[in-house]
């Protein structure tokens, strides 16, 4: 018989009422699986609420969560689904609910949400050194690809006059930008769209986008600069999403991203590099880019990440 305080309920859509207690679960399930892993001095902060209200909004029927008998979040997926890119996270299971099959059911809860959407590409990242998780997952299907390395650069390079930035058009066409930049991605990487992404970024005022384009679009970049952790000031500017046709265009995006962190009063720049772009890893390295930290990227079986052109660059942060 099935004990009592095992039984779960969901999943239901996570809404803005519950950011404080998905928090709470994220917070101590990632602590304690540094702890595991023998970091026990880590403490993981919790996340700033507009960095959850961006991902719930941005995942919709995706952010799913399960609550125990009295209510309360046992275990959550935020799943999300940009055209034909699908990925999870973050992901955790309340740290007494653990090692009883809840894990199981919140990965292919959201792989059949996925599914759904007809995604081509269905992934996630975990870390590297957790031989755990990366054993857990490849057990539901997944496949470990490359690392995705952070890197940080401090703001030292001059501003370029070669992009235009969403939030200085005006509001009437914001949308003929978001339409440029997904047409011109989906000419590359077929069925992807990063449009919510932007818009909702704009909506909230959280960030921003610039691109580069001549007659059509070179490449752009999408960028938010609140706080990543609740109750602590902005420290960097976070890139999201980045398109480029060339490497000459992904440096002009890196000169651009430096202006608007400038303005925004904040000293560097982070980057969540997929290090199958190489050539941009080199150059990334070349202009003084720090690497902070990894994350292996793992898809499921038959739904790999899309390639683009050969000199193309795609970057798409798998974290919120």
């Known amino acids: ?39 026990v001095g880590v403490r993981v902060p ?5 960095v959850w209200q961006y991902a719930l909004a941005d995942a919709g029927p995706g952010a799913m969560l ?20 699908g990925w999870m996270g973050p992901l955790a299971v309340r740290t007494d609910r653990q090692g009883a099959g809840l894990g199981q059911e919140i990965v292919l809860s959201a792989v059949s949400w996925l599914k759904q959407q007809e995604v081509t590409t269905l992934g996630l990242e ?12 490849s057990q539901l299907g997944f496949l470990p690809g490359h ?20 939030g200085d058009v005006p509001r009437a066409d ?21 449009t919510k992404e932007l818009r909702l970024t704009d909506e909230l005022g959280i960030g921003d986008t610039i691109v580069i384009a001549s007659n059509v679009v070179h490449g752009f970049a999408l960028w ?5 952790v609740e109750g602590r000031p902005a420290e960097e500017l976070r890139v999201l999403k980045l398109f480029a046709d060339s490497l000459q265009t992904f440096d002009e995006l890196l000169i651009g991203l430096e ?24 150059l990334l390295m070349r202009q003084g880019y720090r690497v902070r930290w990894t994350d292996l990227r793992m898809t499921l079986d038959q739904h790999p990440c899309a390639t683009v052109p050969p000199g193309e660059v795609l970057f798409s942060n798998w974290e919120i």
């Open 174 to 194: 914001r949308d003929s930008m978001i339409d440029a930049c997904r047409i011109r991605l989906g000419e590359s990487a077929a069925g992807y769209d990063f």
């Open 46 to 50: 919790k996340l700033n609420p507009e």
């Open 126 to 137: 975990t870390m590297p050194r957790t031989v755990d998780n990366i054993g857990f997952y």
């Open 224 to 228: 938010h600069s609140v706080p990543l």
């Open 259 to 282: 202006g608007c962190a400038r303005r925004a009063g904040l000293p560097r720049i982070s980057i969540r590099c997929q290090t199958a772009f190489g050539q941009s890893y080199a």
């Open 66 to 85: 399960w609550c125990d008998q009295n209510d309360r979040i046992a275990a959550f997926n935020i799943a999300h689904a940009s055209g034909g890119e």
């Open 1 to 39: 018989m099935q004990r009592r305080e095992a039984v779960v309920q969901g999943p239901r859509q996570a809404e803005p009422r519950d950011i404080d207690a998905l928090n709470d679960v994220f917070a101590d399930a990632f602590t304690d699986r540094y702890r595991r892993d023998g970091m």
């Open 147 to 166: 690392l995705t390395v952070t890197v940080v650069g401090d703001v030292r390079r001059g501003e370029s006059a070669a992009y235009s930035q969403l």
